[in-house]
T-cell receptor
Framework: GENVEQHPSTLSVQEGDSAVIKCTYS??????FPWYKQELGKGPQLIID?????GEKKDQRIAVTLNKTAKHFSLHITETQPEDSAVYFC????????????FGDGTTLTVKP | KAGVTQTPRYLIKTRGQQVTLSCSPI?????VSWYQQTPGQGLQFLFE???????NKGNFPGRFSGRQFSNSRSEMNVSTLELGDSALYLC???????????????FGPGTRLTVL
């Protein structure tokens, strides 16, 4: 089955700096890679996703890059703000069946004011 | 549009008991997935239901079961509870559209189950 590894497990940055979280996956058949943000007491919330036919996607301060050959994808957050502090999860699945996702172990991001 | 709702939000049970958790998906969403979240194991896929049928199943023992009703609402049941079943149980719903158009999952707030 699919295996997703996520690094780092914790990340601390100063407000205004950039943050990068990296994930690798094992199943070359995976073609849908969402990123989720989970705040305390809440369920994960989708913040951005990318499909295997795209190399990069950007949404304001958030961007995701995908390298299919190396089977890794990364989340980039620029101009970080204290409200970006949360746990971030990457996941891998199939577009035809995103209901079964394999998640990374999560990255706890702390943005210091 | 209302989001995914889960009831109850908190539950305390003792070993050996059974428990039923409920999930109401976003209106129009036909797929419901269940995940177990623990500090040690992260987010683990339990199963997915689509049109009242279990479409996918994770690597959990048979004590974990679920079902989906005709209105897409779903329940999961855990029998003979063990201490290790203490976790946050998350439900996620998705629209299920033709491939390529996106099948984003929307998560509920979860049910926090504590087994004593």
């Amino acid at each position: 089955g699919e295996n997703v590894e996520q690094h780092p497990s914790t990340l601390s940055v100063q407000e205004g700096d950039s943050a990068v979280i990296k994930c690798t996956y094992s199943d070359s058949a995976s073609n849908y890679f969402p990123w989720y943000k989970q705040e305390l007491g809440k369920g994960p919330q989708l913040i951005i996703d990318i499909r295997s036919n795209v190399g990069e996607k950007k949404d304001q301060r958030i961007a995701v890059t995908l390298n299919k050959t190396a089977k890794h994808f990364s989340l980039h957050i620029t101009e970080t703000q204290p409200e970006d502090s949360a746990v971030y999860f990457c996941a891998a699945s199939w577009l035809t069946n995103a209901g079964k996702s394999t998640f990374g172990d999560g990255t706890t991001l702390t943005v210091k004011p | 549009k209302a989001g995914v709702t889960q009831t109850p939000r908190y539950l305390i049970k003792t070993r050996g008991q059974q428990v039923t958790l409920s999930c109401s998906p976003i209106s129009g969403h036909r797929s419901v997935s269940w995940y177990q979240q623990t500090p040690g194991q992260g987010l683990q896929f339990l199963f997915e239901y689509f049109s009242e049928t279990q479409r996918n199943k994770g690597n959990f023992p048979g004590r974990f079961s679920g079902r989906q009703f005709s209105n897409s609402r779903s329940e999961m049941n855990v029998s003979t509870l063990e201490l290790g079943d203490s976790a946050l149980y998350l439900c996620a719903s998705s629209l299920v559209v033709p491939p390529g158009l996106g099948n984003e999952q929307f998560f509920g707030p979860g049910t926090r189950l504590t087994v004593l």
